[in-house]
């Protein structure tokens, strides 16, 4: 047992250490992206599959409520938490669907879309991304392995360095997570000079 978990974080520590060396700069563009977002008064819709649609409600979760500093709810939904509109959609118009249904009923010019696939490939998460960037909304990808095809509809696309699923979700989270305090930094910034 000992040596299973020996295992599993040394592997996490390979990710982490692959993930700063090859994707520091993606991370700012990420981070400026989203920060900008926030400033121009605009939302950020977030969406992916399965441990994706957790990531997904965490960092929602994280910027509505509160991250780590005292400050305002942020408007920050995640497309994977209503039951009525995912059956729905997926029962009349099918699950490769159901995120791109609410890009189109939520998304307005400006707002930030992050999609997240550990594959890249999921196709409901390339859907909504690709009507977002048609909509002149900013597009943020998460995946993994060699990035699939997510590329093509992001304005950045942070490829985890991985082909081991937890392992990508691990990074996705910590990213989650630099987002939500570039934009605090911001905020507590703000807060200051007022």
């Not at 299973?4 to 996490?12: Q, S």
């Not at 520091?24 to 992916?48: D, M, P, R």
């Not at 060699?146 to 082909?163: A, H, K, L, T, Y």
């Given at each position: 047992?000992?040596?299973?978990i020996h295992?599993?974080?040394?592997?996490?520590?390979?990710?982490?250490?692959?993930?700063?060396?090859?994707?520091?700069?993606?991370?700012?563009?990420?981070?400026?992206?989203?920060?900008?977002?926030?400033?121009?008064?605009n939302?950020?819709?977030?969406?992916?599959?399965?441990?994706?649609?957790?990531?997904?409600?965490?960092?929602?979760?994280e910027?509505?409520?509160?991250?780590?500093?005292?400050?305002?709810?942020?408007?920050?939904?995640?497309?994977?938490?209503?039951?009525?509109?995912?059956?729905?959609?997926?029962?009349?118009?099918?699950?490769?669907?159901?995120f791109?249904?609410?890009?189109?009923?939520?998304?307005?010019?400006?707002?930030?879309?992050?999609?997240?696939?550990?594959?890249?490939?999921?196709?409901?998460?390339?859907?909504?991304?690709?009507?977002?960037?048609?909509?002149?909304?900013?597009?943020?990808?998460?995946?993994?392995?060699?990035?699939?095809?997510?590329?093509?509809?992001?304005?950045?696309?942070?490829?985890?360095?991985?082909?081991?699923?937890?392992?990508?979700?691990?990074?996705?989270?910590?990213?989650?997570?630099?987002?939500?305090q570039?934009?605090?930094?911001?905020?507590?910034?703000?807060?200051?000079?007022?």
């Amino acid at each position: 047992m000992m040596e299973m978990i020996h295992k599993e974080i040394n592997a996490h520590k390979e990710a982490l250490e692959k993930t700063v060396e090859c994707l520091q700069s993606h991370i700012y563009t990420a981070c400026v992206i989203a920060t900008e977002t926030i400033k121009k008064g605009n939302k950020i819709l977030i969406f992916g599959n399965g441990g994706s649609a957790a990531d997904a409600q965490h960092i929602a979760a994280e910027l509505s409520g509160r991250y780590k500093c005292e400050r305002r709810g942020l408007p920050a939904i995640a497309l994977t938490t209503d039951t009525s509109v995912l059956t729905a959609v997926g029962n009349d118009f099918g699950f490769d669907r159901i995120f791109d249904r609410q890009v189109e009923a939520l998304a307005q010019k400006g707002d930030l879309l992050i999609g997240i696939s550990t594959s890249g490939c999921s196709k409901n998460v390339l859907r909504a991304l690709s009507l977002g960037q048609h909509m002149g909304c900013k597009t943020i990808g998460f995946s993994g392995r060699d990035g699939g095809v997510m590329g093509e509809f992001c304005d950045v696309n942070i490829v985890i360095p991985s082909d081991d699923t937890p392992r990508i979700q691990e990074m996705h989270g910590m990213i989650g997570h630099i987002i939500c305090q570039a934009i605090d930094t911001w905020m507590s910034s703000e807060k200051e000079s007022k």
